[in-house]
């Protein structure tokens, strides 16, 4: 797909590829086997009729393309942009076997784009059933449940602490990777479908999920999310210019720091910026720095470029923008100077055997400390559930992670109260987010309407 230059793109937020035109979309389409036994079905979390829209798009039948995607999938914009497709249907697809696997993500964006572009917004309200349901979160999995449940005939009320509705979409993952614009369009299709939106409410302060089932709501979804940041517990991570990866995300993406002091949040950022991590939080903030004036964007991670867990377009992304990838090596403290960060030191590593993640444990190799000087580090290993909800919510169970524990179909332990997404998982994926948010939307609907 074409896409900006790096050397033009590291001094823009703009998304970085352009899509595909209406004649490299059928020539992709057109490479598609129509397998009879599709595999690639089976690898999509939300289970799209592929080789169906990929067929439609070959014949050039765009409209009923993105008509077949939206049966099952209600944010294709996004699931186009940011799934991670090399290890979900791209990864089983036939084709992949021998040469290139289709490019079903790079399809269904550009289906989603041709539908937006085309106007094609009109939608069937449903009828109302009577029946009321609050979803606590405007994430992935709160706008899917959304969504379905709406189109079920529920009347459907999101409860979102932010003062924009997204979740990860518009705080965490960049412009430059998935336009606001693009989620905006997505969460105003709800809107149209007849989902209310109640933004700056914070679930667990103003109400709690007893009030909102006492309120007359006859069944309540948590997706608020995996937003609590993992610290490394080093010393010196407190010192001024060491941040969260979601707080250094937060400010620019959603506070818009990079236009400081025309926007009130500022942010720091030094010539050089060390990130620490390794998956699609860690590209993106590493990224994110050299979009905001760093000259030197520096990943520190403690295993190989083998075990990166970032999606491989990022990796691939970041190299080409030039973030240097000290691999092989861990931070040990942040070291200070007058109360502030200026440098963060590091012990280089070796692989073992594989540990329970299946990947080979990192061991540090002794007397090999070297130190990496900047004044901003940002810290990118990973998030927890928070824990207001099971807090305030009597009764609702929580593993040892905190988070809330429920069947296959997202029922906790509490009559009428549901959840899904990464407050159940830690931290998954957008497409298992929005599956979990249809499993419990189908649960919902099998409890309350009796299926
Ligand atoms: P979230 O998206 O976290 O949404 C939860 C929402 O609930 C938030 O808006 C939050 O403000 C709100 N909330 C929390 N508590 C309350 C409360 N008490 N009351 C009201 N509202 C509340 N996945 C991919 O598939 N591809 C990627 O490229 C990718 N990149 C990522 C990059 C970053 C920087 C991050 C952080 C994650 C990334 N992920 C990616 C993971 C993916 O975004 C998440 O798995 C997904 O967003 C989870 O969806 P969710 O709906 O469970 O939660
Ligand atoms: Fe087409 Fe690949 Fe799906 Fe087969 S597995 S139908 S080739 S997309």
Redesign the pocket.
């Known amino acids: 797909m074409r896409q900006q230059k790096p050397y033009v793109r590291v001094r823009n937020f703009d998304e970085v590829p352009f899509g595909y035109s209406e004649e490299e979309a059928i020539e992709e389409a057109k490479r598609?086997?129509?397998?009879q036994y599709?595999?690639?079905i089976s690898g999509c979390p939300v289970n799209v009729d592929?080789?169906r829209f990929?067929g439609q798009v070959a014949g050039g039948r765009f409209a009923a393309a993105i008509a077949t995607i939206r049966e099952t999938n209600n944010l294709p914009a996004i699931c186009g942009r940011v799934c991670p497709q090399e290890s979900q249907c791209e990864g089983v697809?036939?084709?992949g076997r021998k040469f290139d696997?289709?490019a079903?993500g790079r399809l269904e964006r550009f289906c989603a784009d041709w539908e937006a572009e085309h106007h094609l917004t009109s939608v069937d309200v449903p009828a109302s059933n009577g029946r009321r349901v609050a979803v606590i979160g405007s994430g992935p999995a709160g706008l899917t449940a959304a969504a379905d449940l709406r189109k079920a005939g529920f009347d459907v009320t999101v409860f979102e602490s932010f003062h924009v509705a997204g979740g990860v979409l518009v705080y965490g993952i960049p412009e430059f990777r998935l336009p606001k614009a693009i989620v905006r369009r997505e969460v105003d299709g709800l809107k149209r479908l007849g989902v209310t939106i109640e933004p700056n409410r914070l679930i667990g302060r103003v109400f709690t999920v007893d009030d909102l089932l006492e309120r007359g709501f006859d069944a309540v979804f948590v997706g608020t999310g995996a937003g609590l940041p993992r610290f490394l517990k080093l010393p010196g991570e407190s010192l001024g210019g060491v941040y969260s990866a979601n707080e250094f995300l937060t400010r620019t993406n959603l506070m818009r720091a990079y236009r400081f002091p025309e926007h009130d949040t500022p942010i720091r950022v030094s010539e050089r910026v060390v990130t620490i991590g390794g998956g699609n939080v860690a590209m993106d903030a590493a990224r994110t720095a050299l979009r905001l004036g760093a000259k030197n964007s520096v990943v520190v991670y403690r295993r190989s470029v083998e075990e990166l867990p970032a999606r491989a377009e990022e990796i691939e992304h970041a190299q080409e923008e030039g973030v240097f990838f000290q691999l092989l090596a861990n931070p040990v403290r942040f070291l200070e100077e007058d109360g502030e960060l200026c440098g963060v030191e590091c012990i280089e590593m070796k692989l073992g055997e594989p540990d329970a993640s299946g990947r080979r444990r990192p061991i540090p190799i002794e007397g090999t400390e070297f130190v990496i000087e900047t004044r901003t580090a940002v810290v990118a290993v990973g998030n927890e559930a928070h824990p207001l909800i099971p807090k305030t919510t009597p009764g609702l169970r929580v593993d040892s992670w905190g988070h809330i524990t429920t069947d296959d179909d997202g029922r906790t332990s509490q009559p009428r109260v549901y959840a899904g997404g990464d407050i159940v998982t830690g931290a998954a994926t957008v497409i298992e987010a929005m599956g979990a948010g249809k499993r419990a939307a189908a649960a919902i609907l099998a409890d309350l309407d009796g299926g």
Not at 32 to 35: I, M, P, R, T, Y
């Open positions: 598609c086997l129509q397998c599709p595999t690639c592929i080789p990929i697809c036939a084709m696997a289709l079903i």
